[in-house]
């Protein structure tokens, strides 16, 4: 024991290695500066290949007889012990050979290879006597079937229907292609549908995909909402022509005039689309339209012309925002109303003349006006708007829309409290009165409304309401006061006639 001690202590004492002590506390500060200090000067030693010899962990230098003779052996007896280990455990894997490398432990830290050139750690590692022997992560071979597979006709629109990628260019034949469709259509998925649909419209020719559509409803239905979706208006026209559709032919080719801006070539396209094959509603439509046109381009030119000019007050006091071409009846009506409204009804824009020669409804017609006089707070007009005469020469109002209506537009526009009680009154239902005269504070309604239904208890609540000292507060007294005397003076005649 005491022979194995004394060698250790003299091969540590005779090696160029300085051996670190953990047993001597007392010079552990100085060793730890020791070990900093080598490990600062490592570049120079490691420069300095002259200077410097290589030795293994059994104290024998490296690249010598004896060494090399020990690596062997440990070598070969270690994959010796591999392999018998891998047969008593069955393993199907072959044994990895061991690959030689061109790298040494020591090469690779100074930055040389065994051939003496330098190299950098990511050439090192990139380079190509490496080899990663990781099992290769390949594909589910049924990821391979979406783009190899013969998939039948249902298959192929099941895997649509999930969502797979399957390619139908291989389905060459009519029969194939039809038998697609119909599976597509028994699925009942229009995704599906649709997507089978552009694939037959790309492959067939029109007239064959066009007959057989005829005979599939469904399929034909789904390409005409496609093909109207896609404005792809020559194809869709020659489907209908082909089904002998006059009438949405006619419709189809009306709808065209949306992309045309210019209001003379959109005037010009509408007339020659009075002479299609419409139904006989949608024929009025098509000329009430194209009449229509005609007069916004007369309007918009005079107007135009007026509002340039500053000679009309109510151009200069409310100047257009927008142009009237191409606007709705409606609109038209309004714009008339609000501009137009005191001219003759000879005149192009005259409310009047566009009430007869469109046939407006009476209620759609005193909507429109009311609107328009009632923004200009032009009230005699609104008045005028639903005072009627009758044989006898008695004036009467009333309202096509009901005055409750009447009130609401007027109330939106910013009316006086004097105009809104005038038509308040007019609204026959009692509750209805009273709800709208309460909510726009017409208090004059309120109090003549309870003092008909003799209500005196609601006039003493609704008194509390109103300001003190207003004339509302005043009428309330008066009238409670008048009821006391009247009931007084009814029970005195009792007395006096007993």
Same mark, same amino acid.
């Given at each position: 024991?005491?022979?194995?001690?004394?060698?250790?202590?003299?091969?540590? /004492?005779?090696?160029?290695?300085?051996?670190?002590?953990?047993?001597?506390?007392?010079?552990?500060?100085?060793?730890?500066?020791?070990?900093?200090?080598? !490990?600062?000067?490592?570049?120079?030693?490691?420069?300095?290949?002259?200077?410097?010899?290589?030795?293994?962990?059994?104290?024998?230098?490296?690249?010598?007889?004896?060494? *090399?003779?020990?690596?062997?052996?440990?070598?070969?007896?270690?994959?010796?012990?591999?392999?018998?280990?891998?047969?008593?455990?069955?393993?199907?894997?072959?044994?990895?050979?061991?690959?030689?490398?061109?790298?040494?432990?020591?090469?690779?830290?100074?930055?040389?290879?065994?051939?003496?050139?330098?190299?950098?750690?990511?050439?090192?590692?990139?380079?190509?006597?490496?080899?990663?022997?990781?099992?290769?992560?390949?594909?589910?071979?049924?990821?391979?079937?979406?783009?190899?597979?013969?998939?039948?006709?249902?298959?192929?629109?099941?895997?649509?229907?999930?969502?797979?990628?399957? *390619?139908?260019?291989?389905?060459?034949?009519?029969?194939?292609?039809?038998?697609?469709?119909?599976?597509?259509?028994?699925?009942?998925?229009?995704?599906?549908?649709?997507?089978?649909?552009?694939?037959?419209?790309?492959?067939?020719?029109?007239?064959?995909?066009?007959?057989?559509?005829?005979?599939?409803?469904?399929?034909?239905?789904?390409?005409?909402?496609?093909?109207?979706?896609?404005?792809?208006?020559?194809?869709?026209?020659?489907?209908?022509?082909?089904?002998?559709?006059?009438?949405?032919?006619?419709?189809?080719?009306?709808?065209?005039?949306?992309?045309?801006?210019?209001?003379?070539?959109?005037?010009?396209?509408?007339?020659?689309?009075?002479?299609?094959?419409?139904?006989?509603?949608?024929?009025?439509?098509?000329?009430?339209?194209?009449?229509?046109?005609?007069?916004?381009?007369?309007?918009?030119? /005079?107007?135009?012309?007026?509002?340039?000019?500053?000679?009309?007050?109510?151009?200069?006091?409310?100047?257009?925002?927008?142009?009237?071409?191409?606007?709705?009846? !409606?609109?038209?009506?309004?714009?008339?109303?609000?501009?137009?409204?005191?001219?003759?009804?000879?005149?192009?824009?005259?409310?009047? /003349?566009?009430?007869?020669?469109?046939?407006?409804?009476?209620?759609?017609? !005193?909507?429109?006006?009311?609107?328009?006089?009632?923004?200009?707070?032009?009230?005699?007009?609104?008045?005028?708007?639903?005072?009627?005469? /009758?044989?006898?020469?008695?004036?009467?109002?009333?309202?096509?829309?009901?005055?409750?209506?009447?009130?609401?537009?007027?109330?939106?526009?910013?009316?006086?409290?004097?105009?809104?009680?005038?038509?308040?009154?007019?609204?026959?239902?009692?509750?209805?009165?009273?709800?709208?005269?309460?909510?726009?504070?017409?208090?004059?309604?309120?109090?003549?409304?309870?003092?008909?239904?003799?209500?005196?208890?609601?006039?003493?609540?609704?008194?509390?309401?109103?300001?003190?000292?207003?004339?509302?507060?005043?009428?309330?007294? !008066?009238?409670?006061?008048?009821?006391?005397?009247?009931?007084?003076?009814?029970?005195?005649?009792?007395?006096?006639?007993?």
């Amino acid at each position: 024991m005491n022979k194995v001690k004394v060698d250790e202590e003299e091969y540590w /004492n005779s090696s160029k290695c300085k051996a670190f002590t953990f047993d001597d506390e007392d010079d552990e500060l100085l060793q730890l500066k020791e070990s900093k200090r080598t !490990v600062n000067s490592l570049p120079d030693i490691v420069d300095d290949d002259d200077d410097l010899e290589k030795f293994s962990w059994s104290g024998e230098p490296v690249g010598s007889i004896s060494w *090399s003779i020990k690596e062997t052996a440990s070598s070969s007896s270690s994959s010796s012990a591999s392999e018998g280990r891998d047969q008593q455990k069955g393993s199907s894997y072959a044994a990895i050979p061991k690959q030689s490398s061109s790298y040494s432990l020591s090469s690779f830290f100074k930055g040389r290879n065994k051939h003496g050139s330098f190299q950098s750690l990511s050439d090192a590692l990139t380079d190509t006597g490496f080899k990663n022997y990781a099992p290769e992560l390949r594909r589910p071979k049924a990821d391979y079937k979406d783009y190899n597979s013969d998939w039948s006709p249902n298959d192929t629109v099941r895997r649509l229907q999930r969502g797979k990628v399957c *390619s139908l260019e291989r389905f060459h034949s009519l029969q194939d292609k039809l038998l697609l469709l119909d599976e597509a259509v028994a699925l009942h998925d229009g995704n599906v549908i649709t997507a089978i649909l552009i694939f037959l419209k790309r492959t067939l020719k029109k007239e064959i995909l066009f007959r057989e559509l005829e005979l599939r409803q469904v399929a034909l239905r789904h390409l005409i909402h496609f093909l109207k979706e896609t404005e792809d208006q020559k194809l869709l026209l020659d489907l209908l022509r082909f089904l002998d559709r006059t009438e949405e032919v006619a419709l189809t080719q009306y709808r065209e005039h949306l992309t045309i801006s210019d209001a003379e070539k959109r005037k010009e396209f509408l007339k020659s689309c009075i002479g299609l094959p419409f139904s006989s509603e949608d024929a009025a439509h098509v000329q009430d339209h194209y009449t229509l046109l005609e007069r916004q381009i007369i309007i918009e030119a /005079n107007d135009k012309h007026l509002e340039s000019s500053g000679q009309t007050e109510i151009f200069r006091k409310y100047p257009r925002k927008a142009s009237i071409l191409n606007m709705p009846l !409606v609109t038209t009506l309004f714009y008339s109303c609000f501009y137009h409204y005191t001219e003759t009804e000879g005149t192009f824009s005259s409310p009047a /003349n566009l009430k007869k020669t469109f046939k407006i409804p009476d209620k759609q017609y !005193v909507l429109t006006a009311l609107a328009a006089r009632a923004k200009l707070r032009a009230w005699h007009d609104v008045d005028a708007l639903f005072t009627t005469k /009758n044989w006898l020469g008695y004036t009467k109002k009333r309202a096509p829309i009901g005055f409750h209506r009447v009130v609401e537009i007027l109330q939106r526009n910013n009316a006086p409290v004097q105009v809104l009680q005038e038509y308040v009154r007019l609204v026959e239902d009692v509750e209805t009165k009273l709800n709208l005269a309460v909510k726009y504070k017409c208090h004059d309604v309120v109090i003549d409304t309870y003092k008909d239904l003799k209500d005196r208890q609601q006039l003493m609540a609704y008194r509390c309401k109103v300001e003190r000292g207003s004339p509302a507060e005043e009428k309330i007294d !008066v009238i409670l006061s008048n009821a006391v005397r009247k009931n007084t003076l009814y029970f005195m005649h009792l007395l006096k006639h007993r």
